[in-house]
């Protein structure tokens, strides 16, 4: 749990919205704040081709990065169209190849918009992720499960797909600001003893770890990173500390300055 690193995200307004990074720019940035690992994301893929995968290969491996994980943001598999669904389904196995060709160990797969009590659309979502982690193991890509909204918003739920898929190619991927109401700390118990890579998001560099914020409509959210971090520990997890967002004023500072913090945090635990 010493190594910190970068998940892609943290970038995703100088690459998404502003146009001042790629992805290719990526690992020189992230090597540049000091990290061995990082996360990418599938929306920064400018392409699938075999060129630009080289290209984007040879960067990572030029500055001495291992890619941990690809957080892949499309598809849906709770979707109840099922021919729609069997489209998202093979589109997502292309991800696991990506992954091979980029060397990355992991992809994120989310569970989908379903609202959490939708039992019919758990069980499309258990089905789901039963076939992908068939194309896990084949490729030996691990599939990961992030407590990433619909289903997935309650930590029940991603109990029930990890115990339900039980494969040891389907692991978690706890996000610490991502867990539904008062339920993060139920959340990081449940995900921490499988977790194989974790998202860190911070608000503020407070010494006890206290997290507050509020959304975009206004609703307060709040959760204890040093408890979190504290969690991991005691559930043996080995994996990294992916620093997703920061405080800061810009993108970059934030990294910064949110890898120092959570440095700080796990020598104090």
């Known amino acids: 749990m010493k190594d910190i690193g970068i998940a892609g995200w943290a970038f995703h307004r100088s690459i998404l919205e502003d146009k001042t990074m790629t992805l290719l720019d990526l690992p020189k940035t992230c090597k540049e704040l000091g990290v061995e690992t990082i996360e990418l994301v599938s929306t920064f893929f400018a392409s699938q081709s075999a060129s630009y995968l080289n290209e984007l290969r040879t960067a990572i491996e030029g500055y001495g990065l291992r890619v941990r994980n690809i957080a892949v943001d499309q598809g849906n598999i709770a979707n109840p169209d099922a021919p729609v669904r069997k489209t998202d389904l093979e589109a997502l196995k292309q991800w696991f190849h990506v992954a091979r060709a980029i060397g990355s160990e992991a992809i994120r797969i989310n569970s989908g918009p379903a609202s959490p009590d939708d039992q019919i659309a758990i069980e499309r979502i258990v089905e789901g992720y039963r076939e992908l ?58 995900m921490a003893p499988l977790s194989f890579t974790c998202h860190v998001k911070v608000f503020n560099y407070s010494t006890d770890g206290q997290q507050s914020w509020s959304d975009r409509r206004g609703e307060s959210h709040s959760y204890n990173l040093k408890r979190c971090l504290q969690i991991l520990k005691e559930a043996n997890y080995l994996g990294p500390l992916c620093i997703e967002a920061g405080a800061s004023t810009t993108e970059l500072a934030s990294a910064r300055d949110a890898i120092g913090y959570v440095r700080g945090l796990v020598a104090t635990i």
């Open 133 to 190: 982690v068939v194309e896990a193991a084949h490729t030996g890509v691990y599939l990961l499960i992030e407590n990433h909204g619909g289903a997935s918003a309650d930590p029940k739920n991603i109990h029930v797909f990890l115990d339900r898929v039980g494969s040891p190619w389907f692991r978690a991927c706890p996000d610490t600001a991502n867990f539904f109401g008062d339920t993060w700390e139920e959340g990081m118990q449940i």
